[in-house]
């Protein structure tokens, strides 16, 4: 157990719809990452949230957007949902990473939800 | 952008063979990270590697960050059944971002 929770495990829905996917990170850890991966593809990187900001952005859609909470949670939104869309989203979290700081920073992994666009 | 190149895609062994995996970076690395995932599971981090021509060794796991820091490799000596699964390096680039390579799905053949 990565300390990293996820839900819903599992979500299925229709084309045009919208979803909210949650992620509580480990206690103490102020990053945030969201990344989506296709079956059987690799990790596809989305956005960074550090302590509520948004620091970085990878391959993320319009349609798709995130935010974190003050009590550092964050959620993913995803709109006009497509049949592509169906995938294993996942969300990582550090104990911290600004440019600088050069402690460990490994990403610790929840168990993911997948989501199944009809 | 940045990209780290990992292959091969797929790798079929006999139990009992070795099993290494390669990531090149076109630019200077800060450091890199390598993950397991298990199928059906979630990454779980191996490694940092942060020294030029660092070699860190995990049981028969070996991993390696190249003098250039733009390589490294995850050689896995007799592999076993617990071993499957897809192994990811990460590099960290100039603006301190997380690079991922696509992934080496280790699959052992019955």
């Known amino acids: 157990d990565s300390g990293v929770t996820q839900t819903p495990k599992h979500l299925i829905t229709a084309t045009g719809q919208r979803v909210t996917l949650r992620c509580s990170p480990r206690?103490?850890?102020?990053?945030v990452y969201w990344y989506q991966q296709s079956l059987d593809q690799g990790l596809q990187f989305l956005i960074h949230?550090?302590?509520?900001?948004?620091?970085a952005k990878g391959n993320i859609l319009e349609r798709f957007s995130a935010q974190q909470f003050p009590d550092l949670h964050s959620e993913l939104n995803l709109s006009s949902l497509e049949l592509g869309d169906s995938a294993l989203y996942f969300c990582?979290?550090?104990?911290?990473?600004?440019?600088?700081?050069?402690?460990?920073?490994?990403?610790?992994f929840g168990p993911g939800t997948r989501l199944t666009v009809l | 952008g940045q990209q780290v190149m990992q292959i091969p895609q797929y790798q079929h062994v006999q139990e009992g063979e070795d099993f290494t995996t390669y990531c090149n970076s076109s630019?200077?690395?800060?450091?890199i990270q390598w993950y397991k995932q298990r199928p059906g599971g979630h990454p779980v981090f191996l490694i940092q590697?942060?020294?030029s021509g660092e070699v860190k060794k995990q049981k028969r796991l070996t991993f390696q960050f190249g003098e250039a820091k733009k390589n490294s490799s995850l050689h896995i000596t007799a592999t076993q059944t617990t071993d499957v699964g897809t192994y990811f390096c990460?590099?960290?680039?100039?603006?301190?971002?997380?690079?991922w390579g696509a992934g080496t799905k280790l699959i052992i053949k019955p």
């Open positions: 990582a979290s550090s104990v911290a990473i600004r440019r600088g700081d050069r402690g460990a920073d490994t990403q610790y």
């Open positions: 206690s103490g850890d102020l990053s």
């Open positions: 949230y550090y302590n509520g900001e948004e620091r």
């Open positions: 630019t200077t690395l800060s450091n």
């Open positions: 590697l942060v020294k």
């Open positions: 990460a590099g960290r680039d100039s603006n301190y971002q997380l690079i």
